[in-house]
């Protein structure tokens, strides 16, 4: 099993490789540089004024039609997922893609040229440790051409793929577990591959000047065309596997996790990248910082007895630890076994109630509208809750933080927050609550 102490890498030199890109046949060379730790990878337009740097990040996510295309402002890298995919699976978490063309050198079609690179790079590990992304409840993205992928919990990081053509021909699955040893063994060689069918809108949309037999399968009716033969007998789930690495690799973070997918795509791969950075992000809101301030970052429990009208045994904060600009803050609670509920909830097993989790998070919600409002003579009501999940059960001796943050608000009148309750770094509770204005 790996662990979280494992380190960042990068390449060990500088190497380089020649080529034609698919899309625009033009003659492109790419060099590939070590990169310092937390750099991630980024591409280099060697070509234009000023060499712009396009970081390899969901956010910058133009276009998935057939390949995948990053860009920021009016740069734009295309089929990037080949050479992520190599990068991702081979181990290197740092490193920068300089090219002199808007698109790497497609090569064979698949992976195999950019191992071949990386292996002559060499990949060396870096002091700073990894940073992954760990899969605790499952996620899923579906899309309205049948693509469906599910992220499952999961110690490493697995591809199980379902790959159907047309008519369900060429269908074929296949699952492992994506190690630098497996990728450049059984996914790395898996070449692009393409249905006749859908050949010819490309070339009428000028997608594949570059495109030819030695750089993609085509698939006709049953006929498999190619310079040279299969690969493997299932070629083209491998390629979908490869695609799918690739893609994901935007998310920014090593994936420990189970994916399980059916007919992906491009854009597919895509949604669940940002699904994931997202999560990630929602995430990193969430683990508090556990050093509590005091003084002005926060509110100690008389400022925040001088702004809730609530008490013993129903005031629900301790102690406000921030605000977050004007949107966000951040309370603490630390849930003892003297708290009254308790004696009834239940006798012999102590559970904190979800209602008074809910409460917790009005209170603190209630807390970040004064600041907001910065008046008393007005009193926020709490009007409704949607979407209140209770994800983990609250034990005595539990340190609480409550998190809540203006989703929305109408003027003086009404506000809607987003809040959280979280222990140890997992959610254990989430709602959407609803307030409106009155006078006191
Ligand atoms: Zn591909």
Redesign the pocket.
């Given at each position: 099993m790996s662990t979280s102490l494992e380190l960042q890498h990068t390449v060990g030199k500088t190497a380089s490789l020649s080529g034609t890109s698919l899309h625009t046949g033009e003659k492109v060379s790419l060099r590939l540089h070590p990169a310092t730790v937390d750099h991630g990878i980024k591409f280099k337009r060697k070509d234009l004024p000023d060499e712009p740097t396009i970081d390899a990040r969901i956010d910058n996510l133009k276009m998935v039609e057939r390949a995948t295309t990053i860009g920021e402002g009016s740069i734009r890298v295309h089929t990037v997922?080949?050479v992520l995919a190599a990068l991702s699976a081979m181990d290197v978490d740092n490193a920068i893609v300089e090219m002199d063309a808007n698109e790497p050198p497609i090569g064979d079609g698949s992976a195999q040229p950019y191992v071949d690179l990386i292996k002559k790079a060499g990949v060396i590990a870096q002091e700073e440790a990894r940073k992954f992304f760990d899969v605790r409840e499952p996620m899923h993205v579906e899309s309205k051409t049948g693509a469906l992928l599910v992220l499952l919990p999961c110690e490493t990081f697995r591809v199980s793929c379902t790959q159907a053509g047309p008519n369900n021909r060429f269908a074929q699955f296949l699952s492992m577990e994506i190690t630098p040893a497996t990728f450049e063994r059984e996914i790395a060689p898996a070449r692009?591959f393409v249905y006749y069918e859908d050949v010819r809108p490309l070339m009428e949309k000028n997608l594949i000047k570059g495109g030819s037999l030695e750089n993609a399968i085509v698939v006709r009716g049953e006929a498999v065309l190619s310079k040279e033969p299969l690969r493997f007998a299932d070629e083209f789930v491998r390629?979908k596997i490869?695609?799918i690495v690739g893609d994901l690799a935007l998310a920014g973070r090593r994936i420990r996790g189970h994916v399980v997918a059916v007919k992906p795509g491009h854009a597919a791969n895509a949604e669940l990248a940002r699904a994931l950075a997202r999560e990630q992000t929602r995430r990193s809101a969430m683990s508090g910082s556990h050093a509590i301030p005091i003084g002005d970052a926060g509110l100690d429990t008389g400022e925040v007895m001088k702004i809730l009208p609530h008490r013993f045994p129903f005031l629900m904060v301790d102690r406000v630890i921030g605000f977050e600009g004007e949107y966000k803050i951040t309370a603490v609670k630390c849930v003892t076994i003297n708290e009254p509920f308790f004696q009834g909830h239940f006798p012999g097993h102590p559970v904190m109630p979800g209602v008074m989790q809910v409460e917790a998070m009005a209170q603190v919600a209630s807390l970040l509208l004064f600041k907001l409002t910065k008046t008393t003579s007005r009193i926020g009501y709490f009007m409704s809750a949607d979407g209140v999940k209770f994800r983990k059960p609250v034990f005595p001796g539990d340190t609480m933080f409550i998190h809540a943050e203006l989703t929305r608000s109408r003027g003086e009148r009404m506000a809607k927050t987003k809040c959280y309750c979280v222990v140890n770094d997992a959610v254990v509770s989430e709602g959407e609550l609803m307030f409106t204005f009155l006078d006191k």
């Open positions: 997922e080949h692009t390629h490869l695609d």
